[in-house]
């Protein structure tokens, strides 16, 4: 995002997505009942309840980030057929709605993920092989870590051999580092509002949850 965005937008979004990472492990034991509660936790902490304006030389920004709950559970939730359970996403756009860049991170959640587990690697392998790319999220009272989908299928799902291979990392860093230097997330993945399913070629999903930056570049 650095060839679209100036350092100190930047530093701002890198720090947001931190601290409400930080915001919702605070949060854990209270909602720690459920994943669904959870993720809606996360969401609501990194969400900003206004935009904000940035202003330099490089011209003025809008900056927004929102969580949505898009659908509840069911026999044929999207969850069970494609193994996503919500999604990151950013879109950079200017003043007349073109979009200068678009892209998305799927994510699959999990609570004190321990030991093997081939749900884990089966959601994973769900996410990859419909969207080529995702993250594992675990849960627990010590901190919020996450895997890429790759590594979690490739250990077949075992946590102990996760953590040999050094694959699970801070999810904050993760966000605010990895997928705000477009070192992670698919491009022109995007969740469609309006259609309530997101996309990128012929590959359609719905997720439950989606957290989205906006950034609107006005001027120069």
């Not at 959640?109 to 080529?132: F, L, P």
């Not at 627990?140 to 870590?145: E, I, K, L, M």
């Not at 953590?163 to 070192?183: D, H, S, T, W, Y």
């Amino acid at each position: 995002m650095r060839d679209l965005l100036p350092p100190h937008l930047i530093d701002f979004l890198r720090d947001r997505y931190i601290a409400g990472v930080a915001t919702a492990e605070a949060s854990f034991e209270e909602n720690s009942a459920d994943e669904d509660a959870l993720t809606g936790a996360l969401g609501q902490a990194l969400a900003m309840k206004e935009p904000i304006m940035f202003t330099g030389p490089e011209g003025n920004y809008t900056v927004q980030v929102s969580y949505r709950k898009l659908r509840g559970r069911g026999l044929n939730a999207p969850e069970r057929l494609y193994g996503s359970d919500g999604l990151f996403q950013i879109l950079v756009s200017n003043e007349n709605d073109e979009i200068l860049r678009q892209k998305g991170l799927p994510f699959q959640s999990k609570t004190n993920w321990q030991g093997r587990s081939q749900a884990v690697a089966s959601q994973a392998r769900d996410i990859q092989q419909t969207t080529g790319e995702g993250l594992v999220i675990d849960y627990s009272a010590t901190g919020y870590r996450t895997c890429g989908t790759g590594i979690a299928i490739e250990t077949h799902g075992n946590r102990m051999e996760v953590n040999r291979r050094g694959a699970m990392k801070p999810l904050g860093q993760i966000l605010g580092v990895e997928f705000l230097e477009c070192r992670i997330g698919k491009i022109d993945l995007f969740y469609d509002p309006d259609k309530e399913r997101y996309f990128q070629g012929g590959n359609l999903i719905q997720p439950a949850h989606a957290i989205t930056t906006r950034v609107v570049k006005r001027g120069r």
